[in-house]
């Protein structure tokens, strides 16, 4: 094992030895799995989150899910040429929209995309369950958007989200459920 060990050392360096050369993940990849998909799209879908080590069960689910995903490819060179984008519509629990837009560069050396994403018109005490079992209010009736854009370029991340609730309303919590501890 002591040859094998100087072999992998004399094609890889060694693992303490910072002139070995580092290979970036997607290279890896790419070399392993090129792959080329010009259009991928997911039709009428549901995606269902359900946490059952909480009581009441919080439930969130996206219904009604289309999916279209454009130009995935790991096989260009240079990775700024590499773009694809994708676009998701759904209806939320609570009879919310949500509409994605995004553009990636999947094989660019440092993280790279540009989303925008719109949640609106979520009836919050159909998620009551969520808002219980994660945030300890109960919520009796309003309304939730979010608008959120993120971009990641260079290495930086920037972006906002701007919440928006519309007559909200809390139901009286039980002692058991105060969020504040005396």
Do not use: C
Request: no cysteine; hydrophobic share 35%.
């Amino acid at each position: 094992t002591g040859e094998k060990v100087k072999k992998v050392e004399a094609e890889h360096g060694h693992p303490n030895d910072n002139s070995a050369e580092i290979r970036q993940w997607q290279d890896e990849f790419r070399k392993a799995f090129p792959m080329e998909i010009t259009r991928f799209e997911i039709k009428n879908s549901r995606i269902r989150f359900l946490d059952k080590t909480h009581q009441p069960n919080p439930e969130i689910v996206m219904d009604q899910l289309h999916l279209v995903a454009t130009e995935l490819s790991n096989r260009s060179r240079d990775a700024t040429e590499n773009k694809s984008t994708a676009t998701i519509d759904a209806v939320l629990t609570g009879q919310g929209k949500l509409h994605i837009d995004a553009t990636l560069m999947p094989v660019a050396p440092q993280p790279k995309f540009q989303v925008k994403m719109q949640v609106t018109d979520i009836h919050l005490h159909e998620m009551n369950n969520f808002m219980l079992a994660y945030l300890k209010v109960d919520v009796e009736q309003g309304e939730f958007d979010d608008y959120i854009e993120i971009n990641a370029d260079h290495g930086t991340y920037e972006g906002y989200t701007t919440p928006f609730l519309r007559d909200l309303k809390f139901t009286d919590a039980p002692s058991d459920k105060s969020v504040i501890k005396r």
